[in-house]
Nanobody, 124 residues
């Protein structure tokens, strides 16, 4: 399984970015795909997840109302639209995937077995 993120970059506070994650080699017809982030010196934080079989979404309080996770026409592509970005959103952002049950685990990173390499988001 390969996950490839794209779309990171630098943006001013209040701006927007859209991250993409493309998964390949996955055996599940539907799965849970999530976005996580990790800032220097901090623990990895789960911020959003989506069940690709039905579209149910899950968000951390820190991003609710500002970030939107969605899936593309192909179930193996997910997006993270990030609006009203704040300096505290600066982090490395990772895409993760696993079986659908992962979506019921409250955005815990430990339940995801497949991870991308990450894409940096810097908000100044």
């Amino acid at each position: 399984v390969q996950l490839v993120e794209s779309g990171g970059g630098s943006v001013q506070a209040g701006g927007s970015l859209r991250l993409s994650c493309a998964a390949s080699g996955y055996t599940y017809s539907s799965n849970c795909m999530g976005w996580f982030r990790q800032a220097p010196g901090k623990e990895r934080e789960g911020i959003a997840a989506i069940y690709t079989g039905g579209g149910s979404t899950y968000y951390a309080d820190s991003v609710k109302g500002r970030f939107t996770i969605s899936q593309g026409n192909a179930k193996n592509t997910v997006y993270l639209q990030m609006n009203s970005l704040k300096p505290e959103d600066t982090a490395m952002y990772y895409c993760a995937a696993d079986s659908p049950i992962a979506c019921s685990q409250n955005l815990q990173s430990s339940v995801y077995n497949y991870w991308g390499q990450g894409t940096q988001v810097t908000v100044s």
